[in-house]
């Protein structure tokens, strides 16, 4: 048998599905394993900020939780490539706070998130409200931006 045939007769059908299963199963448990390192940008990843209630009085505890959340069926290593940027303001005057985590670009953290898993960006964010209005939550990850904003009343 020639050395062309027996290559040619490695190469059946039957053979080529069955290396490609076993390519296959190895991917498959390298991503359950390990996760896969992803951008952080939907539909990966949603990003949610999360408050008790849409209405709060002056002289009330105002708490607000910046996350990111898993939205694939499988483990991911999330991957951050700009910075971080949280933002509480009244919608009137634009006062309040401003905070930017500063990340290498291409740095990927090691972060895992499990299915449904979220990640929380500095916890929570609370404040004491000095006066009636609208309080805006902003947040900005890659492309992905979210405002939330909620009424303050006497």
Same mark, same amino acid.
């Given at each position: 048998?020639?050395?062309?045939?027996?290559?040619?007769?490695?190469?059946?059908?039957?053979?080529?599905?069955?290396?490609?299963?076993?390519?296959?199963?190895?991917?498959?448990?390298?991503?359950?394993?390990?996760?896969?390192?992803?951008?952080?940008?939907?539909?990966?990843?949603?990003?949610?900020?999360?408050?008790?209630?849409?209405?709060?009085?002056?002289?009330?505890?105002?708490?607000?939780?910046?996350?990111?959340?898993?939205?694939?069926?499988?483990?991911? @290593? +999330?991957?951050?490539? #700009?910075?971080? !940027?949280?933002? $509480?303001?009244? =919608?009137?005057?634009?006062?309040?706070? *401003?905070?930017?985590?500063? @990340? +290498?670009?291409?740095? #990927?953290?090691? !972060?895992?998130? $499990?299915?449904? =898993?979220?990640?929380?960006?500095?916890? *929570?964010?609370?404040?004491?409200?000095?006066?009636?209005?609208?309080?805006?939550?902003?947040?900005?990850?890659?492309?992905?931006?979210?405002?939330?904003?909620?009424?303050?009343?006497?």
């Amino acid at each position: 048998m020639s050395e062309s045939s027996r290559w040619r007769h490695f190469f059946t059908k039957r053979n080529l599905a069955f290396l490609l299963g076993i390519i296959g199963l190895f991917s498959v448990i390298t991503i359950y394993g390990n996760g896969i390192p992803v951008p952080v940008k939907e539909p990966f990843v949603k990003l949610e900020i999360v408050v008790e209630k849409d209405t709060y009085r002056v002289g009330e505890d105002v708490q607000a939780k910046f996350l990111l959340r898993n939205m694939i069926p499988f483990p991911i @290593r +999330l991957k951050f490539e #700009t910075d971080v !940027i949280k933002k $509480g303001y009244y =919608a009137d005057t634009q006062e309040g706070f *401003t905070s930017q985590e500063r @990340r +290498l670009r291409n740095q #990927t953290n090691g !972060i895992m998130l $499990g299915i449904g =898993a979220a990640l929380f960006k500095d916890e *929570t964010i609370s404040f004491i409200p000095s006066k009636p209005g609208d309080y805006v939550f902003y947040f900005e990850v890659e492309d992905m931006e979210l405002i939330r904003a909620v009424k303050i009343e006497e």
